[in-house]
């Protein structure tokens, strides 16, 4: 994997115009990669996607827009110093509780969708700022927020999709999928 994305920086770095600042890009390539690399952060983000194509209506953006906003928040939380308690067991959690929401094929209120990804989202916000090493960070916490957000769009599509060809059965069957290997990764 680590070659893979080493290879992949150093083609993109070659593409681009000499006059960019590449230590900028390499800090969006390092933020862009970071969600797209842990399945925690696949699972996590995809089911807020799925689950807002089951809600339908404003869930399918306020929820991502949730997600994406609060993971900034506690991002800038953990840049700033702030310490939180349990942040791995929150990110934990959050695998386990939004494929329960789509396995259970669970219509909460938006606001009520918009606080459960929030919360889960400041975690998992926070976890990228305690790893962020990149020289720049609003470049960093440029590249994951538009990663995340591609993951919510890619959950969306396949919410909406399994359920207009196969119906809702087969979005709750993912929603299982991913409920079954987020507990084995975290046992693993």
Do not use: K
Not at 13 to 29: E, G, H, K, T
Not at 58 to 65: M, T, V
Not at 154 to 162: E, N, P, Q
């Amino acid at each position: 994997m680590i070659a893979t994305n080493t290879a992949l920086a150093g083609a993109l770095m070659r593409a681009l115009p000499a006059q960019i600042d590449l230590v900028q890009v390499n800090s969006f390539l390092a933020g862009f990669l970071h969600p797209i690399e842990g399945i925690d952060h696949i699972v996590a983000m995809v089911t807020v996607g799925v689950w807002g194509a089951i809600t339908g209506g404003r869930a399918l953006w306020i929820w991502p827009l949730a997600f994406v906003s609060m993971m900034l928040g506690g991002f800038m939380a953990a840049v700033a110093g702030l310490s939180l308690p349990w942040t791995t067991a929150a990110i934990f959690s959050s695998v386990v509780v939004l494929a329960l929401m789509v396995a259970l094929a669970v219509r909460a209120p938006v606001w009520v969708g918009a606080v459960i990804v929030g919360l889960f989202a400041f975690f998992h916000g926070h976890a990228h700022g305690t790893e962020a090493t990149a020289a720049s960070l609003s470049m960093y916490a440029a590249g994951f927020a538009l990663a995340t957000a591609g993951l919510h769009v890619a959950g969306i599509a396949v919410g909406l999709a399994a359920q207009r060809s196969m119906g809702l059965a087969t979005v709750r069957a993912i929603g299982a999928a991913a409920l079954l290997g987020g507990v084995v990764w975290m046992v693993a």
